[in-house]
């Protein structure tokens, strides 16, 4: 009872007598116990370490994304230049990337509400979507929004946070995302494909091209020459776009760097 008396403390709960502490633990059935515990096993959440699955238990895997997204009013990140937060009447969306994770507001399971306007919305299925105003533009239509949108009976009161938990931007405003080594980014696989064969069609053009200029004697061969060097820059930009990709994806820049650092 010690921890459930510190945690009353702490959140500033009414705390009870030993007398009372006693009669509410004896009013509780073997039940009761077994209905809650039915009612926990039924929709709580289970967190086990990395790589160890559940299944044989009768888990299912929580979703990590979110098939669907918020339709509404943007707001960009002013931490990362990758992340942003999409405010609707039905829903909210925390998109970072690829990576979208959505809370519905018909299955919000709780949000949490500081005074300092930052919220938390947890969805029935496991997904968090965590709002900071400060680190958003616009951050408070945002919040206001939310609070307009959202079931009240859901909304938890937290206690006031202290200033300096409270985040602050960047003033050098919102970085780029870092790209691990060996993890390409989204324009870069997009481009990896399509930058291998512009290559592979540009370079014998040009390189035919070349040849002629270099073979014939043209009337107007000035303008032929802008063309092949400009065909030549595309050609080898396209090629060394898509080598630089290619090494990064292997591995191979990693080990480079690393030994260029020892």
């Not at 007398?19 to 116990?33: F, M, N, R």
């Not at 096993?41 to 699955?53: D, E, K, Q, T």
């Not at 970085?175 to 290559?199: C, D």
């Amino acid at each position: 009872m010690l921890p459930g008396q510190a945690f009353d403390l702490l959140t500033i709960t009414p705390r009870h007598t030993r007398e009372e502490l006693i009669e509410q633990v004896s009013a509780i059935s073997a039940e009761d116990i077994h209905l809650t515990a039915a009612e926990a096993m039924g929709a709580g959440l289970l967190m086990v370490p990395h790589g160890i699955r559940a299944d044989w238990a009768g888990f299912t895997a929580a979703p990590t994304t979110s098939n669907d997204r918020a339709t509404g009013r943007t707001h960009a990140s002013l931490e990362r230049t990758d992340s942003r937060l999409v405010v609707g009447d039905q829903a909210v969306s925390w998109i970072q990337d690829e990576q979208v994770s959505t809370v519905r507001y018909d299955a919000c399971a709780a949000i949490r509400a500081w005074p300092d306007g930052a919220r938390q919305l947890f969805g029935s299925d496991g997904t968090i979507v965590g709002v900071e105003p400060t680190l958003l533009a616009d951050g408070a239509h945002a919040v206001a929004r939310i609070d307009a949108a959202a079931p009240p009976t859901k909304v938890l009161l937290m206690p006031a946070r202290d200033p300096e938990q409270i985040p602050k931007p960047d003033p050098q405003g919102p970085r780029k995302p870092h790209v691990p080594p060996g993890r390409l980014g989204r324009w870069e696989r997009a481009f990896l494909v399509p930058g291998f064969l512009l290559a592979i069609l540009l370079g014998p053009s040009a390189g035919f091209l070349t040849y002629q200029l270099l073979t014939n004697d043209f009337d107007d061969a000035s303008s032929g020459w802008v063309f092949t060097i400009a065909l030549w820059i595309v050609a080898l930009g396209c090629a060394w776009l898509s080598i630089r990709s290619s090494v990064r994806l292997s591995g191979i820049d990693r080990y480079t760097r690393r030994r260029r650092r020892e």
